[in-house]
């Protein structure tokens, strides 16, 4: 059962591999909270939509991968942007805890929605099984590299979007000084529609990635919940490349942990990492500038 | 019925506990705690394992109080310094990791199967109507001293800078309070009253599993305080009431969807639940009996 040292290289690179995936949702918590201020626990319930999206659009239709992962994008996306307008966005007045524990209220309503639909039973994607390919002694499987390509390019194209499109440059404006952004004339409201979109979509998709290496169920976003938050608070809570660096280091630690701990204390690591960087290191690796 | 009516009497009381203690933490103190299922569940599982060894009950239920304190102190100690959604993040961090101790340690839990056979007082002896009267006697003796012990807590000096710390943190430091350790203070005694809520249900039902303590107690909990009036005690007994009454009712309304499965009944229970927290959030943020401010 346990890994032993000659695994150390095979289990780092799993752990860079379920990083990359991680990093997606991650990016989409950490978003959302530089730029409104709170977090949002409903990450977990649009990553399930996202992976049930993606599940329907490639078994039910039978789309291939591709744009399979587009329309869980696009569908966790344009729940995120209803559901924080009409849930979210009018209890933030009322303060951090407020819009905090309504998160988490929304996280559970939506999941149970989910489960209304489909029931409790796991479901699978319908891909190809493949065989693995090995090299210098260790063990990828294409579908593996072809989820880390998928979001490898998510995270470069938002990279992108945020650098160089006038909306990127005002939604970082929002992040780093919301008075400043409205004198110049930055419509808040609009910023906040467009980060729900891009942060939830992210999160939806990367509850299909994660999805696509097991089964899925209304509770897939849960499980990954603290990984998620986890990536996010060791690189910076509010930090967009603190949360791609805290992902990459979650997911090794997380095999690595395989060397003593079994296999289901996966979820604890990520509590012990939160743990561990708010006591040494409060601000995460990167600190808490948005980028 | 009469029966059953006690029954519920037993798990609003124990609801009302666990409202009670939350309400300090977060009502009087504003320190959020998404994790009290998890302190709910230290607390029933030290007085299992410990009464299961021969230890008396009442030891165990005190000793299931003091697990939980420490557990608090514990978590206020590492979040104590920042802001409150880092609590948010570590309290759901806590009990997820309880629940995933309790299921995987067979040794000492068995794992998701739970601990059977809890003892309860003169549970053998008594008939199961005069037990659940019994019962429902020492949880309301429970809930009395408590409350009286909260309703002193609010109005003394402590429960003062508590609402000063929770208004502003900056103005009670300035005023020479040791703000650290205050909220420790408050999120240990919190904490406590939850595991000792926790020590009372094990005893009440024999049986503890890691499914008692998911996330939805949490909501459970955080509905009935925010039903009743957060930052009131009185407002937090008549909520929990409210949500068991509410929660009851729902199993008379399942027969009455005859087409959906199980699943689809709990999911439709769970929607109700989260739903409602989010209108009441909305219409009602005072609760039926919001908070008075004293001078």
């Not at chain 1, 990553?47 to 039978?62: M, P, S």
């Amino acid at each position: 059962m346990a890994a032993s040292l000659a695994d150390v290289p095979q289990l780092v690179l799993n752990g860079l591999m379920s990083g990359a995936i991680l990093a997606v949702p991650a990016i989409g918590l950490t978003a959302i909270y530089a730029v409104l201020r709170f977090p949002n626990f409903a990450v977990a319930a649009h990553a399930t939509i996202g992976a049930f999206a993606g599940y329907l659009a490639n078994t039910t239709l039978g789309w291939p991968l591709v744009p399979s992962a587009l329309l869980a994008f696009l569908a966790a996306g344009v729940v995120g942007v209803v559901s924080d307008w009409v849930v979210l966005r009018p209890l933030r007045p009322a303060g951090l805890i407020t819009a905090t524990i309504a998160s988490v209220a929304l996280m559970i309503a939506l999941e149970n929605l989910v489960r209304l639909g489909s029931g409790n039973a796991l479901r699978d994607y319908d891909l190809p099984i493949l065989r693995d390919w090995r090299f210098a002694g260790v063990r990828v499987g294409p579908q593996q590299v072809e989820d880390l390509a998928i979001a490898a390019v998510a995270v470069a194209v938002l990279f992108g979007f945020l650098r160089f499109t006038r909306i990127g440059k005002a939604m970082r404006a929002v992040a780093d000084n919301p008075m400043l952004a409205a004198i110049k004339g930055i419509d808040a409201d609009m910023i906040a529609v467009l980060v729900n979109f891009v942060a939830m979509g992210l999160a939806g998709l990367g509850g299909m990635l994660i999805g696509l290496d097991t089964s899925i169920d209304p509770l897939t976003g849960f499980r990954a919940l603290l990984a998620v938050f986890a990536a996010a608070v060791v690189g910076g809570l509010g930090s967009i490349p603190g949360a791609v660096v805290g992902a990459l280091s979650v997911g090794v630690a997380e095999e690595l942990s395989l060397l003593i701990l079994p296999p289901d204390y996966r979820t604890v690591v990520g509590f012990l990492a939160i743990l561990l960087v708010l006591t040494l290191r409060p601000r995460g690796i990167l600190g808490a500038r948005a980028y | 019925m009469e029966n059953y009516l006690v029954a519920m009497g037993v798990t609003a009381g124990i609801y009302a506990l666990m409202a009670l203690g939350v309400n300090l933490t977060w009502g009087m103190a504003g320190m959020v705690n998404l994790g009290l299922a998890g302190f709910f569940a230290v607390g029933g599982y030290a007085t299992a394992l410990m009464t299961k060894a021969g230890v008396a009950i009442p030891v165990g239920v005190a000793a299931g109080a003091v697990v939980a304190t420490c557990a608090g102190a514990g978590v206020a100690l590492v979040t104590a310094r920042l802001r409150a959604d880092y609590l948010a993040i570590v309290t759901l961090g806590f009990s997820e990791s309880v629940r995933i101790v309790a299921s995987n340690e067979l040794w000492l839990t068995n794992g998701s199967d739970g601990i059977a056979g809890i003892p309860g007082p003169w549970r053998g002896t008594l008939s199961p109507g005069a037990f659940n009267l019994l019962f429902l006697a020492i949880v309301l003796l429970v809930l009395g001293a408590v409350v009286s012990m909260m309703q002193r807590l609010a109005t003394a000096p402590f429960g003062r800078v508590l609402r000063a710390l929770r208004d502003d943190e900056d103005v009670a430091a300035v005023a020479g309070k040791p703000v650290l350790l205050f909220k420790l203070k408050a999120f240990a005694i919190g904490a406590g009253v939850l595991g000792l809520a926790g020590a009372l249900y094990a005893h009440y039902t024999s049986y503890i599993a890691p499914d008692i303590f998911a996330p939805l107690l949490t909501i459970n909990i955080v509905l009935a305080l925010v039903l009743g009036g957060v930052g009131n005690n009185m407002g937090a007994i008549a909520g929990a009431v409210i949500l068991v009454a509410l929660l009851e009712g729902t199993r008379f309304a399942a027969p009455l969807l005859p087409f959906l499965s199980a699943a689809q009944i709990a999911a439709m229970r769970e929607l109700l639940i989260s739903g409602l927290l989010l209108v009441i959030l909305r219409v009602l943020p005072g609760g039926i009996v919001p908070e008075r401010i004293s001078r």
